[in-house]
């Protein structure tokens, strides 16, 4: 089990590599994580919902991924509030109170999850949440010390030597984790290392001595590796332009923003700059993008009061596009409405009036993979959606559905207007298709009066993954992890 000092510190990557490294040695290997708190989900062929970071350990295995390989996600609506997922459904939304009293029953659940694995895998990598350190929730912990305990799995501690105290946060943890699971813990992986090893040796060694637990690695500070975040908002420099020609494109970077890796493609494409904006810019870009979000009507709100709306006015009005990504599409219309609050107090709210569309939230959520096609470009794309509202009214739809669920389908999909300069979808996923992206990309170059130009090429996600894994196995002592794996450290 791969724990950290806390959030970001690298869990979710080093589990995707360590996948990875047992895959390629031909071992048949599944990663897990209990519980897992995140906005940016996936769906399964099942229909489930699970974190994208456990889609992507589940990618770097070279295996489906399946909702128990995360059995337990949460989703935050509010800052004391999530919507709770089992077994790849939503269950219902809970204060932290409620929820704090309610995770002891998803034990069972989890212990089954994890059975059921075993019986499939060899090895099973699973993936810590937060600190295992939070006294406060150690009594009805499901996702650090209890998990490994169930799965009697030894732990691997890594801390953020970025962050500043790297040595202050492992041996802080350790000293905090009561003596049985001290015990599990076998060694220690500092990750985002940048500087002079030789300088960092004698830390290292006092580490060692101070816990009688090995350094099983330093991991260098990766900065060619494009992998999709789990939480943080990226903010990579720009890679080069094209004859100093770059597309500007700004992403409303809601409260809530959910499934925010929908646009990472877009932000690789040489010609292309983009930026997260929680306010209007001084100047008015050639797209604004519209994501999803897990409180709808609220961001709604916080984007009007933040001057969103005109600002999105004056883009269309100088020739430029907007595009709405499910919440995005929804806000994109005339109205909203919540009359059970499935997503926020709010009954209802006026939407920005770009589509013709109307949207009413209800207790069903739609969680399927499809295929589409773009009927402006006929470009072909491939994505998946997840909401709960149903939307209708819109006369001039974006997409036709051809697959859902593996099953054929020809319904219709999002919206579109001023001649196809504003639209939007259900669809998350739709940049990753690189026909359409390149189409929507050139569009703006047209309206700028450049010429078009090809693009990129469809995403590498697996050579990162290999690459990822040839920079972690040079950094890891891996014979000593194995010597962890079977018991004789």
């Not at 489930?48 to 970071?53: C, F, K, L, P, V």
């Not at 895998?121 to 998990?147: F, H, K, V």
């Not at 709960?388 to 099953?407: L, S, V």
């Not at 001649?419 to 939007?424: A, H, L, P, Q």
């Amino acid at each position: 089990m791969v724990q950290g000092t806390g959030s970001h510190v690298g869990k979710s990557v080093l589990t995707a590599a360590l996948c990875r490294i047992f895959r390629r040695d031909g071992i048949r290997v599944a990663p897990f994580k209990a519980q897992n708190m995140s906005n940016n989900a996936c769906v399964c062929a099942d229909g489930g919902e699970i974190a994208r970071s456990q889609a992507l350990q589940a990618m770097a295995c070279s295996i489906e991924p399946t909702v128990e390989m995360n059995p337990v996600l949460l989703k935050p609506c509010t800052d004391e509030g999530a919507q709770v997922i089992v077994m790849g459904k939503p269950l219902r939304t809970m204060t932290a109170k409620e929820y704090e009293v309610f995770k002891p029953s998803l034990r069972p659940t989890i212990l089954e999850c994890l059975s059921r694995l075993q019986e499939q895998y060899e090895l099973i990598l699973i993936e810590g949440a937060g600190s295992p350190a939070e006294i406060n929730l150690r009594e009805n912990d499901i996702a650090n010390m209890q998990t490994a305990a169930l799965a009697d799995a030894a732990v691997i501690l890594v801390g953020n030597i970025d962050f500043g105290g790297v040595f202050a946060q492992l041996i802080g943890t350790m000293h905090l984790l009561l003596e049985e699971e001290r015990e599990r813990v076998r060694g220690f992986v500092i990750n985002k290392f940048r500087g002079d090893m030789d300088i960092l040796k004698p830390g290292l060694a006092f580490l060692e001595k101070e816990t009688g637990r090995k350094v099983l690695g330093v991991l260098p500070y990766f900065k060619d590796i494009r992998l999709p975040e789990e939480d943080s908002i990226p903010s990579p420099p720009p890679g080069p332009a094209v004859h100093g020609e770059r597309v500007r494109i700004e992403v409303i970077c809601h409260p809530r923003i959910a499934n925010f890796t929908d646009f990472d493609a877009l932000e690789a494409e040489p010609d292309v700059s983009l930026r997260y904006a929680e306010r209007p810019g001084d100047s008015i870009p050639n797209a604004i993008l519209i994501p999803g979000t897990k409180s709808t009507i609220p961001d709604l709100r916080r984007l009007k009061e933040a001057g969103f709306a005109g600002y999105i006015r004056r883009c269309i009005e100088s020739g430029g596009s907007v595009a709405g990504i499910c919440g995005g599409f929804q806000m994109m219309g005339t109205r909203l409405r919540d009359p059970d609050r499935v997503e926020s107090s709010a009954e209802e709210e006026a939407g920005l009036g770009l589509l013709r569309s109307e949207t009413v939230f209800g207790g069903q959520k739609r969680t399927a993979r499809v295929r589409a096609l773009h009927l402006e470009s006929g470009a072909e794309v491939s994505g998946y959606e997840i909401h709960m509202g149903a939307t209708q009214g819109e006369e001039n739809p974006a997409f036709r559905i051809t697959e859902r669920h593996g099953e054929i389908s020809g319904d219709l999909d999002g919206g579109s207007a001023e001649g196809g300069r504003v639209w939007g979808t259900y669809i998350h996923g739709v940049f990753d298709s690189a026909p359409f992206r390149r189409h929507f990309i050139n569009a703006l170059r047209a309206g700028k009066g450049w010429k078009p130009i090809p693009g990129a090429g469809e995403t590498d996600l697996d050579g990162d993954l290999d690459r990822l894994a040839d920079r972690v196995r040079a950094s890891l002592d891996m014979d000593g992890i194995r010597e962890i794996l079977a018991g004789r450290r």
